[in-house]
Nanobody
Framework: QVQLVESGGGLVQAGGSLRLSCAASGGTFSIYAMGWFRQAPGKEREFVATINWTGSTTYYADSVKGRFTISRDNAKNTVYLQMDSLKPEDTAVYYC????????????????WGQGTQVTVSS
C-alpha cells in the first residue's frame, strides 16, 4: 500500500510561483508513474501533469503547458510540481496520485491518492 502526502500549497498572487511536493511511502516508488490532478469548487477533478517512473517522459494539460513542470527524485521518493506564472483559474485543491508503470491522463487509472493541498491564486 502506497501512502502519498502533498505539501507546499498556499496563497499566492497572480504571476507568482509555488512548488508542490508529494512524498511517497509504503511501496517501491521508482516503479510508479506519478500524476498531479486538481479540483476547483463545483468542478470535476482534472488532469494537470504526469511523469513516468524514470522521469524521462512527461505530459501536461494544455492549460498549464509552459507554466508548470513536473519532476521526481526517486532517491527521495518525492514528486514535485513547480508552478510558475500562476493565474486565478489555477485555484484548486491539488492531488498527487500513483499508478504502476505507465503514466496516463485519466484519473480513474490511478490507484493511490494523497489528501490534497489547497492552492489559491489571488488576482
Amino acid at each position: 500500500q502506497v501512502q502519498l502526502v502533498e505539501s507546499g500549497g498556499g496563497l499566492v498572487q497572480a504571476g507568482g510561483s509555488l512548488r508542490l511536493s508529494c512524498a511517497a511511502s509504503g511501496g517501491t516508488f521508482s516503479i510508479y508513474a506519478m500524476g498531479w490532478f486538481r479540483q476547483a469548487p463545483g468542478k470535476e477533478r482534472e488532469f494537470v501533469a504526469t511523469i513516468n517512473w524514470t522521469g524521462s517522459t512527461t505530459y501536461y494539460a494544455d492549460s498549464v503547458k509552459g507554466r508548470f513542470t513536473i519532476s521526481r527524485d526517486n532517491a527521495k521518493n518525492t514528486v514535485y510540481l513547480q508552478m510558475d506564472s500562476l493565474k486565478p483559474e489555477d485555484t484548486a485543491v491539488y492531488y498527487c496520485a500513483a499508478r504502476l508503470y505507465q503514466p496516463t491522463l485519466n484519473s480513474v487509472d490511478y490507484h493511490y491518492w494523497g489528501q490534497g493541498t489547497q492552492v489559491t491564486v489571488s488576482s
